[in-house]
Protein backbone atom coordinates (compact mmCIF):
# COMPACT_ATOMS: atom_id res chain seq x y z
CA UNK A 1 0.00 0.00 0.00
CA UNK A 2 1.33 3.17 -1.29
CA UNK A 3 2.61 5.92 1.04
CA UNK A 4 2.13 9.61 -0.22
CA UNK A 5 4.03 12.70 0.69
CA UNK A 6 3.37 16.16 0.16
CA UNK A 7 5.15 19.43 0.78
CA UNK A 8 3.10 22.21 2.13
CA UNK A 9 4.27 25.45 -0.10
CA UNK A 10 2.59 27.71 3.10
CA UNK A 11 5.22 26.18 5.75
CA UNK A 12 7.23 23.65 4.00
CA UNK A 13 6.19 20.64 6.41
CA UNK A 14 5.79 17.78 4.65
CA UNK A 15 2.77 15.34 5.32
CA UNK A 16 2.48 11.96 4.15
CA UNK A 17 -1.24 10.40 3.43
CA UNK A 18 -1.53 6.49 3.09
CA UNK A 19 -4.11 5.64 0.32
CA UNK A 20 -5.31 2.44 -0.81
CA UNK A 21 -5.43 2.83 -4.33
CA UNK A 22 -3.03 4.48 -6.75
CA UNK A 23 -4.54 7.48 -7.67
CA UNK A 24 -3.65 9.77 -5.50
CA UNK A 25 -5.30 13.39 -5.40
CA UNK A 26 -2.59 16.23 -6.03
CA UNK A 27 -2.62 17.81 -3.00
CA UNK A 28 -3.84 17.91 0.63
CA UNK A 29 -4.75 19.53 3.42
CA UNK A 30 -1.15 20.35 5.09
CA UNK A 31 -0.78 18.51 8.65
CA UNK A 32 0.69 20.83 10.53
CA UNK A 33 -0.75 24.08 9.13
CA UNK A 34 -4.04 23.30 7.41
CA UNK A 35 -3.43 24.72 4.30
CA UNK A 36 -4.46 23.20 0.94
CA UNK A 37 -1.46 24.34 -1.27
CA UNK A 38 0.37 21.35 -0.87
CA UNK A 39 2.53 19.28 -3.62
CA UNK A 40 2.93 15.45 -4.26
CA UNK A 41 6.57 14.59 -3.49
CA UNK A 42 7.50 11.19 -4.35
CA UNK A 43 9.30 9.41 -1.93
CA UNK A 44 11.87 6.32 -2.45
CA UNK A 45 10.68 5.08 0.59
CA UNK A 46 7.07 5.30 -0.36
CA UNK A 47 5.80 1.74 -0.94
CA UNK A 48 5.94 -0.77 2.22
CA UNK A 49 8.32 -3.09 1.17
CA UNK A 50 7.19 -6.83 1.19
CA UNK A 51 8.24 -9.77 3.34
CA UNK A 52 10.18 -11.56 0.86
CA UNK A 53 11.84 -8.47 -0.31
CA UNK A 54 12.73 -7.05 3.48
CA UNK A 55 14.28 -11.03 3.74
CA UNK A 56 16.08 -10.79 0.44
CA UNK A 57 17.54 -7.63 1.59
CA UNK A 58 19.21 -9.18 4.94
CA UNK A 59 22.77 -9.60 5.11
CA UNK A 60 23.77 -13.31 4.47
CA UNK A 61 25.60 -13.72 7.75
CA UNK A 62 22.37 -13.13 9.12
CA UNK A 63 21.55 -16.89 9.09
CA UNK A 64 25.30 -17.39 10.82
CA UNK A 65 24.60 -15.30 13.39
CA UNK A 66 20.97 -16.49 14.16
CA UNK A 67 23.15 -20.41 14.41
CA UNK A 68 25.76 -19.00 16.73
CA UNK A 69 23.03 -17.58 18.93
CA UNK A 70 20.83 -20.81 18.54
CA UNK A 71 23.54 -22.67 19.38
CA UNK A 72 24.93 -20.97 22.43
CA UNK A 73 21.29 -21.45 23.96
CA UNK A 74 21.10 -24.01 26.70
CA UNK A 75 18.00 -25.68 24.52
CA UNK A 76 21.10 -26.36 21.63
CA UNK A 77 23.15 -28.64 24.08
CA UNK A 78 22.98 -31.76 22.59
CA UNK A 79 23.73 -33.81 26.34
CA UNK A 80 20.91 -31.81 27.89
CA UNK A 81 18.33 -34.54 27.75
CA UNK A 82 21.11 -37.05 28.94
CA UNK A 83 21.86 -34.94 31.89
CA UNK A 84 18.02 -34.36 32.94
CA UNK A 85 17.60 -38.06 32.53
CA UNK A 86 20.53 -38.92 35.33
CA UNK A 87 19.73 -36.57 37.22
CA UNK A 88 16.09 -37.87 37.18
CA UNK A 89 17.67 -41.33 38.06
CA UNK A 90 19.37 -40.00 41.14
CA UNK A 91 16.57 -38.06 42.70
CA UNK A 92 14.61 -40.82 42.47
CA UNK A 93 14.26 -42.94 45.53
CA UNK A 94 15.73 -46.67 46.15
CA UNK A 95 14.01 -49.46 44.67
CA UNK A 96 11.77 -51.21 47.62
CA UNK A 97 14.17 -54.13 48.60
CA UNK A 98 12.75 -57.11 50.08
ZN1 LIG B 1 1.69 23.73 6.05
Redesign the pocket.
Known amino acids: MPIYEYR?R??Q?KSSKLWRNFSPPESIH?E??G?GDTTRVISSVAFHKSLSTRLGELDPRYDKMVDAAAASTAEADPNRFLGRDIQRMSEAPEPPSG
Open positions: CSCHCHCD
